[in-house]
């Protein structure tokens, strides 16, 4: 009952705006006449309030960001219906006022053309600022199509679902969030500790893992990263996650941690607890997209591309990376690492040396089609498809498997989820399947294992 009256309510404040914005420009005609003189600065104050609060106030709305989309959404909806309003409206003005009275009906058609334009600033520059779901690509088409007729309908019909479903996600991801923080489902015994993949670094303005820390946390879920350098040989990661893990036993007395690892970070893991002397200090080990048979295109390019070019590339990578805080980065010892070949041998290694204690496990993902991945995804997809088959952007759907438990993700249509949407890269809220939920999900099992 609550819900419908507040749709209601919606409802007659969404007609209450529109109706303010169209009489702006019409209220000329009886000001013309001299009637209703007191109108029009009431309109101009009703115009501003439209302005400065479209549509219903949503208390309900968590974040000012999402407050600002949210307005930003609604005045969009407000300047689409009120110029076709004021359109029909000096339609019919046009047959009972022309020829006679062509000034006013110029005057109040540039009027409304006015007030109309400032609500759609009003509305495009909000949802451009705060929203994060538009993207740069559908920005861009938005920028593109503002003064193409018809088309600019598509992409601001476009522009105000995705925002206004950013809304709505979010919201209920904040409900359903306070429903259960009492719970603290992710307070698992030992602490957290992501590692990124390769040729990433942790940072603090850029998260690796997106928005998933956070919603970890918020439920309350203690983190640490990996801090470890983006490129070196799996056996030298394994070392400096050892050294990491040891650090943080020693800081907080946490005796265990959980490791969460993405990409070449599973390898790096399952390398420092099988031969790194770091399994007594590991309670379990996820893995995320991890390439545990390598990839084949790897091993291809490698071949192909000549010695000069591979040396070149390499360092000029590791050049790179000194400056960002690497202390001795190797990106071909990486790169070789990864490979079918070297991966099969590191395997048989790492199998050899049981994990007794350690509960493992690993996810992985299928991206459906190569347009729907982002740069450089969408690229090397058919590579390697064409060498290893289904992936997601990266690693082969065979080489995800790892543990007692395996998961494997995907979702209907061409979309799918790709290597990097597995660790929210992206931050892209992808239709069918929620990462962040994902992760709470994954770390709330953990919790329940008693880990």
């Not at 749709?7 to 009886?30: G, N, R, S, Y």
């Not at 479209?54 to 009120?82: E, M, N, T, W, Y």
């Not at 590339?313 to 790179?320: D, G």
């Amino acid at each position: 009952m609550k819900t419908s009256l507040h749709k209601i309510w919606e409802i007659l404040f969404f007609l209450l705006d529109i109706l303010i914005a169209t009489m702006l420009a019409c209220c000329l005609i009886p000001l013309r006449r001299g009637i209703s003189l007191w109108l029009l600065p009431l309109l101009i104050a009703g115009f501003l309030f439209v302005l400065l609060f479209p549509g219903l106030p949503r208390p309900d709305v968590p974040g000012k960001r999402l407050r600002i989309c949210c307005r930003g959404a609604s005045c969009l909806k407000v300047f689409l219906a009120s110029s076709l309003f004021s359109i029909l409206v000096h339609i019919v003005l046009a047959v009972n006022m022309l020829p006679e009275q062509w000034q006013l009906w110029i005057c109040s058609a540039l009027i409304c053309f006015l007030a109309d334009a400032v609500l759609f600033w009003a509305g495009m520059l909000r949802v451009y600022a705060a929203s994060v779901q538009l993207g740069i690509r559908t920005r861009a088409i938005g920028a593109a199509c503002g003064m193409i007729p018809v088309a600019n309908l598509f992409a601001l019909r476009t522009i105000i679902r995705t925002v206004s479903d950013e809304v709505a996600f979010e919201t209920e991801k904040d409900r359903l969030n306070q429903s259960r923080a009492s719970r603290q489902i992710c307070r698992t015994r030992y602490p957290l500790l992501l590692v990124h993949g390769v040729f990433f670094r942790d940072s603090s303005l850029i998260n690796y893992w997106g928005r998933i820390p956070k919603e970890l946390e918020r439920n309350g879920a203690v983190i640490y990263y990996g801090n470890h350098q983006s490129a070196a040989s799996i056996a030298d990661s394994a070392a400096e996650l050892t050294m990491r893990i040891r650090q943080i036993i020693q800081e907080t007395g946490c005796e265990k941690v959980n490791i969460i690892a993405h990409s070449k970070g599973g390898l790096d893991c399952r390398y420092a607890a099988a031969l790194g002397g770091a399994a007594p200090l590991i309670a379990s080990i996820t893995t995320i997209n991890t390439p545990h048979q390598g990839c084949g295109f790897a091993d291809y390019l490698l071949e192909k591309i000549p010695s000069a070019v591979q040396e070149r590339l390499a360092s000029t990578y590791n050049a790179a990376l000194r400056k960002l805080g690497d202390e001795c980065p190797d990106f071909m010892a990486a790169v070789r690492d990864l490979t079918a070949s070297r991966c099969q041998e590191l395997s048989l290694d790492m199998d050899s040396v049981p994990l007794d204690g350690i509960f493992c496990q690993s996810a992985g993902s299928q991206l459906n089609h190569a347009f729907c991945g982002k740069f450089p995804l969408n690229f090397t997809y058919p590579l390697v498809k064409y060498f290893d088959g289904p992936n997601d952007g990266l690693v082969a759907e065979p080489s995800f498997h790892w543990g007692e438990r395996y998961q494997f993700l995907t979702v209907d249509g061409k979309r799918g989820i790709s290597h990097g949407d597995m660790v929210d890269l992206n931050r892209e809220n992808i239709p069918g399947f929620d990462v962040r939920e994902f992760y709470v999900q994954l770390v709330a099992d953990l919790k329940q294992r008693g880990l």
